[in-house]
């Protein structure tokens, strides 16, 4: 699979080790150049400095076929103007956005975007482990 990760935080570098790891053709695209740090030495990946919002940096990756694309940087709005551009703009399979607002991410949920919540699964993961005692 064809993989953009936009964001180099802590779960997008995770995010894109792995994938690399499993033999998926990873890019990832972050703003500042120093993030790419959290990759991997043996990421064979490609690295791009730039902003994920940009067509000029995002538009030449989206020519070619992408399966999968996650926004995942530190900012609910940006990640959810990535996912909603590119659905609507692009061809790739399916979109994620990684959104900490519960409240945001219930709403793009409806308006058909793939949203996932970190806020929302550790909450289900507290509460299942207080209902184990």
């Given at each position: 699979?064809r993989?953009?990760?936009?964001?180099?935080?802590?779960?997008?570098?995770?995010?894109?080790?792995?994938?690399?790891e499993?033999?998926?053709?990873?890019?990832?695209?972050?703003?500042?150049?120093?993030?790419?740090?959290?990759?991997?030495?043996?990421?064979?990946?490609?690295r791009?400095?730039?902003?994920?919002?940009?067509?000029?940096?995002?538009?030449?990756?989206?020519?070619?076929?992408?399966?999968?694309?996650?926004?995942?940087?530190?900012?609910d709005?940006?990640?959810?103007?990535?996912?909603?551009?590119?659905?609507?703009?692009?061809?790739?399979?399916r979109?994620?956005a990684?959104v900490?607002?519960?409240?945001?991410?219930g709403?793009?949920?409806?308006?058909?975007?793939?949203?996932?919540?970190?806020t929302?699964?550790?909450?289900?993961?507290?509460?299942?482990?207080?209902?184990?005692?």
């Amino acid at each position: 699979m064809r993989v953009i990760i936009i964001g180099c935080g802590r779960v997008g570098s995770v995010l894109a080790n792995r994938l690399d790891e499993i033999g998926n053709k990873v890019i990832v695209l972050d703003r500042n150049q120093n993030a790419f740090r959290r990759l991997s030495e043996k990421f064979s990946g490609e690295r791009i400095v730039g902003n994920g919002l940009m067509e000029e940096f995002l538009n030449p990756i989206l020519e070619q076929e992408v399966d999968l694309l996650f926004a995942m940087t530190d900012k609910d709005n940006i990640n959810l103007m990535i996912a909603q551009k590119v659905k609507r703009t692009s061809r790739v399979k399916r979109v994620f956005a990684i959104v900490h607002d519960s409240i945001l991410s219930g709403l793009f949920k409806e308006l058909g975007l793939c949203t996932i919540c970190p806020t929302d699964l550790v909450i289900k993961e507290l509460l299942q482990m207080i209902q184990e005692d």
